[in-house]
Every structure is written in structure tokens, then in C-alpha cells.
């Protein structure tokens, strides 16, 4: 478990989750900066039906698309969308 540093003389508190939607499915991470596999790989641990030879995109505004390589980190924010795709998927 991962604590948050606090002004002198507060107590610390425990780093709150994240949860995030990789193909419309809500995925919780534990930390707040993962990688491009780690989040295929946390996905597939919590039941979306993906591979970790998929690529990774960020769902941005307005419909964009940004691809997360395996090795990027990413931090993670709450209500953030990913879309993981089969290699021969052409859409």
C-alpha cells in the first residue's frame, strides 16, 4: 500500500485508488502512473477480453486517439478511457 506524504504533524493517509475504462470496462489500479503492458496486462487480470499483444490507445476529446507503447508510463487519472485493439483490426 502506498502512503501520501502530509504536512509536519498530520498523519499519513493511504493513496487512494484509481479506476479507469479499458474497452468500457472499469479497471481499478492501485498506483497512479503505469505502463502501457501494465495496464493490458491489469485489464486482462480483471476480465476484458484482451491480449497483451494489443495496442493501446488513450481516448481523448472529441474522439482522438493517442497509442500507449508498452514501455510508456502513463499517469492515470480517474474517469480515463483506453481502447485496446487487435493487431488486425483495422478501425
Same mark, same amino acid.
Given at each position: 500500500m502506498? %502512503?501520501? %506524504? =502530509? /504536512?509536519v504533524g498530520?498523519?499519513? /493517509?493511504?493513496? *487512494?485508488d ?8 472499469p479497471?481499478?489500479?492501485? #498506483?497512479? /502512473?503505469?505502463? +502501457? $503492458?501494465?495496464i *493490458?496486462?491489469?485489464?486482462? =487480470?480483471q476480465g476484458?477480453p ?5 495496442? $493501446?490507445?488513450?481516448v481523448?476529446? +472529441? +474522439?482522438h $486517439? *493517442?497509442?500507449? +507503447? #508498452?514501455?510508456?508510463? %502513463?499517469? $492515470?487519472? /480517474? ?5 485496446? %485493439?487487435?493487431p488486425?483490426?483495422?478501425?
Amino acid at each position: 500500500m502506498s %502512503v501520501e %506524504v =502530509n /504536512k509536519v504533524g498530520e498523519q499519513p /493517509k493511504a493513496a *487512494k485508488d484509481v479506476t479507469v475504462t479499458v474497452n468500457g470496462r472499469p479497471i481499478t489500479f492501485t #498506483d497512479h /502512473k503505469a505502463t +502501457g $503492458l501494465e495496464i *493490458k496486462t491489469t485489464a486482462i =487480470n480483471q476480465g476484458v477480453p484482451i491480449q497483451t499483444d494489443f495496442a $493501446l490507445f488513450e481516448v481523448k476529446g +472529441g +474522439g482522438h $486517439l *493517442k497509442q500507449i +507503447g #508498452d514501455h510508456e508510463t %502513463v499517469t $492515470l487519472n /480517474k474517469n480515463q478511457a483506453f481502447r485496446a %485493439v487487435a493487431p488486425d483490426d483495422n478501425s
